[in-house]
């Protein structure tokens, strides 16, 4: 397996833009993780899906902030309008859920917003 | 009540010294304790985990000691080489409508000097 996939690994967009980052999950993982990773705040869990569907969202910022699992092997994070301190790393995360076993992280999207 | 508090911020070693990081808890939900390693450009990926009815952990170099009525653990890497130089992160899990999530520590940025 290719492992977690995430795309684009970069993205540069202009505030007030939209920005759709996408990550497909390891095949038979069905526990879905989006984080945001910046240094003054490290990992911060974004929201998390279970069987495509999705189980805590308290951790995404505000509404600007929104993601999809459409099937088991897709999900989207999608920002808009975007802003300049909406910049950090992004991370998916999948696992074999609902037990207690090892995440799988992607390469992260790193997005800047100028 | 759901934060992991990870201390230091920044460490430099010396090459062949012990490297050790701290990290401590509330929620005594908390039931599975893992460590990850990030390489700069990359993501977060297990380095070694324990569950809190043992007291220590070791795999090769890295070792986690527990400490249950603390609520705190710590990473020890022994023999630090400069191929050790990287982020940190300690993690709690715990349930959360029929999944397990993940509560990340803020990082610790390590460096080894040869």
């Known amino acids: 397996d290719a492992g977690v996939i995430q795309s684009p690994r970069h993205e540069v967009t202009e505030m007030g833009q939209e920005v759709t980052l996408r990550c497909k999950p390891i095949?038979?993982?069905?526990?879905l993780f989006w984080y945001r990773q910046t240094m003054m705040r490290g990992l911060e869990l974004l929201i998390y899906?279970?069987?495509?569907?999705?189980?805590?969202d308290s951790g995404m910022p505000e509404d600007r902030f929104s993601a999809k699992m459409p099937n088991a092997s897709f999900s989207t994070l999608k920002i808009q309008p975007s802003e300049p301190r909406d910049s950090a790393v992004y991370f998916c995360?999948?696992?074999?859920?609902?037990?207690?076993?090892?995440?799988?992280f992607g390469q992260g999207t790193r997005l800047t917003v100028v | 009540q759901q934060q992991v508090k990870q201390s230091p911020q920044s460490l430099i070693v010396q090459k062949g010294g012990i490297s050790i990081i701290n990290c401590a808890y509330e929620?005594?939900?908390?039931?599975?304790f893992p460590w990850y390693q990030q390489f700069p450009g990359k993501g977060p990926a297990l380095l070694i985990a324990?569950?809190?009815?043992?007291s220590e952990k070791k795999e090769g170099r890295f070792t986690i000691s527990f400490n249950k009525s603390a609520k705190q653990f710590s990473l020890h890497i022994m023999d630090s080489q400069p191929g050790d130089s990287a982020t940190y992160f300690c993690?709690?899990?715990?349930?959360?409508?029929?999944?397990?999530?993940?509560?990340f520590g803020t990082g610790t940025r390590l460096k080894v000097l040869a």
């Open positions: 995360a999948s696992r074999v859920g609902p037990t207690n076993t090892e995440a799988f």
């Open positions: 095949s038979g993982h069905n526990s």
């Open positions: 899906f279970n069987n495509n569907v999705p189980i805590d």
């Open positions: 929620n005594t939900a908390f039931d599975y």
């Open positions: 324990i569950r809190p009815d043992v």
């Open positions: 993690a709690a899990s715990l349930v959360d409508a029929g999944t397990y999530k993940y509560i």
